[in-house]
């Protein structure tokens, strides 16, 4: 549901997050439900003014229990100093909000209930969302440390994978708890959240990836000059396992091998880019190059 703009972003509540306020509500709970809410909003707003100060455009920011998902125009998770930092801002805005708290509280500005549970939800955002799994705001730091090592798809689909099964694990505590007469919806409601985006997260991988490879492509035309990363390829070797092991802010060329470790070929980044949108990821690179060589001799 839309609620209204924030510096220009659109903010969307998640219903389901709608029935987590109301639970709080009809138990009693209004005000720490009020809380709860504005604390997500405020560990959002801090990753959307760092990510609009990085040059990046926020469309929208839709808000869940523990924390939100943004949907940025443009490669958030293909810059990976970009994305820590912005990653980052959410826990620390929390951990400034703790301070400045405890100061209203010794100066006798809030409740002294509220000011702790405000303490207690700011404390447990922080540190619920430095777990390294997709998407909480340790999982895009975890991505964006691997993705310089194994290519930014690759990261994603590990990242994302260790999200679903943290909100397995939660869902599994909510139930053994309800099992001993310690039913906590709460749980069961973060974890059904935490995997659904995680599998949202991972499904998205594959359109963010190659909206990358694309602009990476025009980028190379536009500058000139882009640091290059050479990769070795057997002839069986398809485009989808190539593709993982690209890594960001770098252009590729494969160089493909026989056998008998003989060069058959120089495949360029551009070129695979334009194969798995003619042929999918399912095509060999051999099959690639034999077709580059044929053009090359008709020409």
Same mark, same amino acid.
């Given at each position: 549901?839309?609620?209204?703009?924030?510096?220009?972003? @659109?903010?969307?509540?998640?219903?389901?997050?709608?029935?987590?306020?109301?639970?709080?509500?009809?138990?009693?709970?209004?005000? @720490?439900?009020?809380?709860?809410?504005?604390?997500?909003?405020?560990?959002?707003?801090?990753?959307?003014?760092?990510?609009?100060?990085?040059?990046?455009?926020?469309?929208?920011?839709?808000?869940?229990?523990?924390?939100?998902?943004?949907?940025?125009?443009?490669?958030?998770?293909?810059?990976?100093?970009?994305?820590?930092?912005?990653?980052?801002?959410?826990?620390?805005?929390?951990?400034?909000?703790?301070?400045?708290?405890?100061?209203?509280?010794?100066?006798?500005?809030? @409740?002294?209930?509220?000011?702790?549970?405000?303490?207690?939800?700011?404390?447990?955002?922080?540190?619920?969302?430095?777990?390294?799994?997709?998407?909480?705001?340790?999982?895009?730091?975890?991505?964006?440390?691997?993705?310089?090592?194994?290519?930014?798809?690759?990261?994603?689909?590990?990242?994302?994978?260790?999200?679903?099964?943290?909100?397995?694990?939660?869902?599994?505590?909510?139930?053994?708890?309800?099992?001993?007469?310690?039913?906590?919806?709460?749980?069961?409601?973060?974890?059904?959240?935490?995997?659904?985006?995680?599998?949202?997260?991972?499904?998205?991988?594959?359109?963010?990836?190659?909206?990358?490879?694309?602009?990476?492509?025009?980028?190379?035309?536009?500058?000139?000059?882009?640091?290059?990363?050479?990769?070795?390829?057997?002839?069986?070797?398809?485009?989808?396992?190539?593709?993982?092991?690209?890594?960001?802010?770098?252009?590729?060329?494969?160089?493909?091998?026989?056998?008998?470790?003989?060069?058959?070929?120089?495949?360029?980044?551009?070129?695979?880019?334009?194969?798995?949108?003619?042929?999918?990821?399912?095509?060999?690179?051999?099959?690639?190059?034999?077709?580059?060589?044929?053009?090359?001799?008709?020409?």
């Amino acid at each position: 549901m839309k609620v209204g703009k924030l510096f220009g972003v @659109q903010l969307i509540i998640n219903p389901y997050f709608l029935i987590l306020i109301f639970l709080f509500s009809i138990i009693g709970l209004l005000p @720490q439900a009020l809380i709860l809410f504005g604390v997500v909003i405020l560990h959002e707003l801090a990753h959307v003014l760092v990510a609009i100060g990085s040059g990046l455009n926020i469309k929208s920011v839709e808000l869940l229990p523990f924390g939100g998902v943004a949907r940025v125009e443009g490669l958030l998770g293909t810059n990976p100093e970009v994305e820590i930092k912005v990653a980052l801002a959410g826990p620390i805005n929390n951990l400034i909000l703790i301070g400045l708290a405890y100061a209203f509280y010794r100066y006798n500005i809030w @409740q002294e209930e509220l000011t702790f549970f405000f303490i207690r939800c700011n404390f447990i955002m922080a540190l619920f969302n430095l777990i390294p799994a997709l998407p909480l705001d340790g999982g895009r730091i975890y991505r964006a440390k691997l993705s310089a090592r194994m290519g930014f798809r690759r990261a994603t689909e590990l990242a994302a994978n260790l999200g679903k099964l943290i909100g397995i694990i939660l869902g599994i505590i909510g139930m053994v708890g309800f099992y001993f007469s310690y039913f906590n919806i709460i749980i069961i409601i973060i974890a059904f959240f935490l995997y659904q985006a995680a599998k949202k997260e991972k499904g998205m991988a594959a359109y963010i990836f190659l909206r990358y490879l694309t602009r990476k492509k025009e980028e190379l035309h536009l500058k000139g000059v882009l640091v290059g990363e050479q990769l070795v390829a057997e002839p069986s070797t398809t485009l989808n396992e190539v593709l993982r092991l690209i890594v960001p802010q770098k252009y590729c060329t494969l160089l493909v091998l026989d056998n008998q470790s003989n060069i058959m070929g120089v495949l360029t980044e551009g070129i695979l880019i334009d194969a798995l949108l003619d042929h999918g990821g399912n095509l060999p690179v051999s099959q690639l190059l034999k077709e580059k060589n044929g053009e090359n001799c008709r020409n």
